[in-house]
C-alpha cells in the first residue's frame, strides 16, 4: 500500500535506510557468530579438565602431601615432582596396566590419546643475597636477607656446580610473556632444565638435583611447562605449573593450562570459518569506508552520537582481532616445524597458545560490542525509544550521584581492608575488599569470618554498610531511573502515535 500522506519523506528515508543498515548489520552479526563459535567447542573444555585432574589433584592411592595443590615447601615441590610430575607426564602402563618395554616411538602418550610434544621444562627465577634492609638490633640474628622478587633484584649469577644449563641464567628471549603471579611480575628467563625422554633418566635428574640444592633460599618461583596434541580433535593443550616461594616462607601454587586449536584450517567445516574470516574482513573495510565518510561530513559532531562512538570502538577492537589472528596464524606456520624438529628438546607453544587466546578474548569482546549495537537499529521502536530516552536523560542525573555512592563505597572498602585485612582473605588486598563487598551487596557473604576478625568493629562495619549502601544508596539509584521513567512517558503520551515505525515499512 501507499505511505501515509501525514507522514514525512524524510522520515520514510530515514526508516528505509535504517532497515536496510539492519539487514546487512545481521548478515555481518551471523557471519561473525559463526566465526567465533567456530574456534570454540566442548572438548576443549573436557580436555583442560581431564589434564587438571591429572596434574593437580591427588592419586587416591597416595599420599595427599604428594600433589601440587597442597605443595606448601620446597621438599613437597621435590615430593611433587618425582612422583605425580613424572607418573603424569611418562605412560609407560598399558591399558590392562602392564608395562611396556619401551614408550611407543620414544614419546608418551598421556591417556593413551595426548601425544607429549618434545619434552618437559623446569625454571627458577631466584634474588640476590641482602636485598632487603634489616633493622640493626637484628642484624647479629640474620647473616642472610632475601627479599620479595623484583627485577632488580634478580639473580642472574651460575651458582652451584655451574657446569649446566640449570645452573646458568639464561636469558628470555624478547618476545615471551612476562609472567603475573600472586606475589609480583616475573620475568622469562631464569635457571632452565628440561627433563629427559624417559621416566628413570628424569627421576635420576630429579634427585640429582635435589640432592645439590638446585632450590635455595633466593628461588622465588618455579614454572613446570610442557604441551601434549591430540590428534583425534586436533587441540594442543599447553600446561603451566607454578609454585611461588614468598619471602614470608611457604609455597603458593598456580595452574594454567591452555587447550587450543592451533592447526585452524584441516577439515571441510575448518575452510567455511576462513570464508567467514575473509567475508568478515570486507565487512569491516566496507563499515571503514561508511564511518570515514561520516567522520568527514560531521566533523567534530561526529563524536557527540553515543552510537557513532560504539562503531568507532566495534571497528577498532575488530582491526586488532584481525591484526593478533594474521600474527598468530603466520607465527604458527613459521614455527610449527621448528618447534617438532627436536623431540629431545623443549617447544614453546606457550608463546603461539598466548596470542591463541589473546585473539580469542578480544574476538569475545567484539562479539559483545556486536550484540550490543543491535539497540541502535531498534531503537525506532516505541518502547525501546522510551528506554533509550530515559537512560540518556537520567545519565547526568546517576553520574553525580554514583560520585557520591563510590564515595562511600570505596571508604567502606578502606576500612574494611585495615580492619579485617590481616586476618580474612577475602579482605587481603584493596582490590578484594572493593569485589567483596560488591557480593555483600548480592547476598553472598562471609559474616562469620568478619565477626572472628573484630568482635565489635565486624558487625558495626557489616550492618552500617548494608543499611547506607544496600537498603539506601542503591535504591536511589532505582528511584532516579523510575522518576526519569515516568517522565518520558508522560511526554511520549503526548506525540502523535502515528510516526511511522519499521512494522510499517515491512506492511508496505
Same mark, same amino acid.
Not at 627421576?203 to 583425534?232: M, P
Not at 570502538?313 to 617438532?340: G, H, K
Not at 586476618?423 to 562471609?446: A, H, K, W, Y
Given at each position: ?393 537520567? %545519565?547526568?542525573? &546517576? /553520574? !553525580? ?6 564515595? @562511600? =563505597? $570505596?571508604?567502606?572498602?578502606? +576500612? ?36 572472628? %576478625?573484630?568482635? &565489635? /568493629? !565486624? ?6 554498610? @548494608? =543499611? $547506607?549502601?544496600?537498603?539506601? +544508596? ?35
Amino acid at each position: 500500500g501507499g505511505a501515509n500522506p501525514r507522514i514525512s519523506v524524510s522520515r520514510e528515508l530515514e526508516l528505509k535506510t535504517t532497515l536496510r543498515e539492519l539487514v546487512i548489520y545481521i548478515f555481518f552479526l551471523t557471519d561473525l557468530c559463526i566465526l567465533t563459535f567456530g574456534m570454540v567447542s566442548t572438548e576443549m573444555y573436557y580436555l583442560n579438565k581431564v589434564m587438571s585432574q591429572l596434574f593437580l589433584e591427588p592419586p587416591y592411592s597416595e599420599d595427599s602431601h604428594s600433589s601440587f595443590r597442597n605443595i606448601e615447601s620446597r621438599a613437597d615441590f621435590w615430593r611433587f615432582a618425582e612422583g605425580p610430575l613424572l607418573d603424569g607426564l611418562y605412560w609407560d602402563k598399558g591399558y590392562n596396566n602392564t608395562t611396556m618395554l619401551t614408550l611407543q616411538d620414544n614419546n608418551s602418550h598421556i591417556y593413551y590419546e595426548n601425544l607429549l610434544l618434545g619434552v618437559a621444562q623446569i625454571r627458577q627465577l631466584k634474588v640476590h643475597n641482602n636485598t632487603c634492609s634489616i633493622y640493626p638490633h637484628f642484624h647479629s640474628f640474620f647473616t642472610d636477607c632475601y627479599s620479595e622478587y623484583r627485577y632488580r633484584a634478580e639473580d642472574r649469577s651460575d651458582f652451584g656446580l655451574k657446569n649446566d644449563s640449570e645452573w646458568k641464567y639464561t636469558s628470555a628471549s624478547s618476545l615471551s610473556p612476562w609472567y603475573w603471579g600472586y606475589m609480583g611480575l616475573y620475568s622469562s628467563g631464569g635457571y632452565i632444565f628440561t627433563l629427559p625422554q624417559s621416566k628413570e633418566k628424569s627421576l635420576e635428574k630429579l634427585v640429582f638435583l635435589r640432592q645439590n640444592n638446585w632450590l635455595t633460599r633466593g628461588t622465588r618461583i618455579v614454572f613446570i611447562d610442557f604441551s601434549t596434541y591430540n590428534a583425534n580433535i586436533n587441540l594442543f593443550c599447553i600446561v603451566r605449573l607454578v609454585v611461588e616461594f614468598p619471602a614470608t616462607g611457604g609455597a603458593l601454587t598456580s595452574s594454567h593450562t591452555y587447550s587450543v586449536k592451533l592447526l585452524r584450517y584441516v577439515t571441510y567445516y575448518d575452510y567455511f570459518l576462513a570464508s567467514c574470516e575473509i567475508a568478515f574482513c570486507l565487512f569491516i573495510i566496507t563499515f571503514i569506508i561508511q564511518e570515514a565518510k561520516k567522520m568527514i561530513k560531521l566533523k567534530k559532531k561526529y563524536f557527540e552520537s553515543a552510537w557513532n562512538c560504539l562503531d568507532v570502538l566495534l571497528l577498532v577492537v575488530s582491526i586488532l582481532a584481525i591484526i593478533f589472528n594474521i600474527y598468530r596464524t603466520v607465527e604458527v606456520s613459521l614455527l610449527m616445524e621448528e618447534l617438532l624438529s627436536d623431540p629431545t628438546e623443549y617447544p614453546d607453544f606457550y608463546f603461539l597458545a598466548f596470542w591463541q587466546v589473546l585473539y580469542n578474548e578480544l574476538i569475545a569482546v567484539n562479539v559483545f560490542f556486536a550484540w550490543i549495537k543491535i539497540f541502535k537499529y531498534v531503537s525506532f521502536n516505541k518502547t525501546m525509544t522510551q528506554l533509550s530516552s530515559t537512560l540518556s536523560r537520567c %545519565a547526568k542525573d &546517576i /553520574l !553525580g550521584f554514583a560520585i557520591m555512592f563510590f564515595i @562511600v =563505597f $570505596f571508604a567502606y572498602a578502606q +576500612l574494611g581492608y585495615l580492619v579485617f585485612g590481616l586476618q580474612v582473605e577475602e579482605f587481603s588486598s584493596f582490590p578484594n575488599c572493593i569485589f567483596t563487598q560488591f557480593r555483600i551487596v548480592l547476598g553472598d557473604f562471609n559474616f562469620q569470618a568478619i565477626e572472628d %576478625a573484630n568482635r &565489635i /568493629l !565486624g558487625p558495626i562495619y557489616f550492618i552500617t554498610f @548494608v =543499611f $547506607f549502601v544496600f537498603f539506601v +544508596l542503591l535504591n536511589m539509584f532505582l528511584a532516579i531511573i523510575n522518576d526519569t521513567y515516568s517522565e518520558v512517558k508522560a511526554d511520549f503520551q503526548l506525540i502523535s502515535s502515528e510516526e511511522l515505525q519499521i512494522r510499517d515499512l515491512f506492511r508496505q
